[in-house]
């Protein structure tokens, strides 16, 4: 399945008025393991973020984060998708926009659907698609620093 995501940017002209500089369906998909498509819509680099310019940094090759940045990516995750247990240094903000997932951590597991937030803060965490239909995520990934647990740091994987 290809990810059919409408993306819209605004900014500004040259007297300083707003306007929409993006109006698109998105072209920059990519298949990271089977059954799962995503696409940056979004990032930036430094806080506070800069809204200067035009430039679209949506082409940019991005892996998961950014040091000192932010990621804005749509993935769908189809039945049956390629498992990965990951970590990453971020506190991830994400929203269910369709189906049903369950996210599975080293102890236990919770189960998502369309209209669920959560804030997922650099656990181990692995998306499962038990249902029968894709389910489509938008997740917001901002840098943080590493988690320190006892006096042992984690270190991000996957």
Not at 7 to 18: E, I, L, S
Not at 25 to 54: H, K, L, M, T, Y
Not at 81 to 104: A, F, L
Request: proline share 5%; aromatic share 4%; hydrophobic share 35%.
């Amino acid at each position: 399945m290809s990810l059919k995501i409408r993306r819209v940017v605004t900014g500004h002209d040259n007297q300083g008025r707003a306007k929409v500089l993006i109006d698109e369906q998105v072209s920059n998909v990519v298949s990271s393991r089977p059954g799962a498509n995503s696409s940056v819509i979004w990032s930036s680099e430094g806080f506070p973020v800069s809204n200067d310019g035009d430039a679209d940094p949506s082409a940019k090759k991005i892996a998961t984060t950014i040091d000192n940045g932010t990621v804005f990516r749509v993935i769908s995750f189809e039945p049956g998708v390629s498992p990965r247990n990951h970590s990453t240094d971020s506190i991830d903000y994400v929203v269910v926009i369709s189906g049903e997932i369950d996210m599975e951590l080293d102890i236990g597991s919770v189960h998502l659907k369309a209209g669920d937030v959560l804030v997922q803060r650099s656990t181990v965490h692995n998306w499962v698609n038990k249902g029968k239909e894709p389910c489509v995520i938008a997740f917001t990934l901002i840098a943080a620093k590493p988690v320190t647990v006892g006096g042992k740091t984690l270190t991000p994987h996957g």
